[in-house]
Nanobody
Framework: QVQLVESGGGLVQAGGSLRLSCAASGRTLSNYAMGWFRQAPGKEREFVASIKSGGSTYYADSVKGRFTISRDNAKNTVYLQMNNLEPADTAVYYC???????????????WGQGTQVTVSS
């Protein structure tokens, strides 16, 4: 069982940047597809970005050109660089580890506990 811990969330003004990190333990992530999802109050959890073990990346249309997902297998960590943030990006951001490689399609994954991102206008 892989354990995931997100960090890097916080309060930022519109147009600002944040970098989220997802550190894993219990398993080596190099063979996992990894993803970021987010959930705003009163809304369902939605896909944000994913990266396969081979490095292919996928993004939701709403974040293309602003967010970048990357991975450092040596550090067992996945990152989400978020630039030009908008108030609509406000949500709890969750990291997901997918051993089967289905992401961006959601199959059985392990979740982190989430980190809050708040963007003020």
């Amino acid at each position: 069982q892989v354990q995931l811990v997100e960090s890097g969330g916080g309060l930022v003004q519109a147009g600002g940047s944040l970098r989220l990190s997802c550190a894993a333990s219990g398993r080596t992530l190099s063979n996992y597809a990894m993803g970021w999802f987010r959930q705003a109050p009163g809304k369902e959890r939605e896909f944000v970005a994913s990266i396969k073990s081979g490095g292919s990346t996928y993004y939701a249309d709403s974040v293309k050109g602003r967010f970048t997902i990357s991975r450092d297998n040596a550090k067992n960590t996945v990152y989400l660089q978020m630039n030009n943030l908008e108030p609509a990006d406000t949500a709890v951001y969750y990291c997901a580890a997918d051993p089967m490689g289905y992401l961006p399609h959601l199959g059985p994954v392990s979740w982190g506990q989430g980190t809050q991102v708040t963007v003020s206008s």
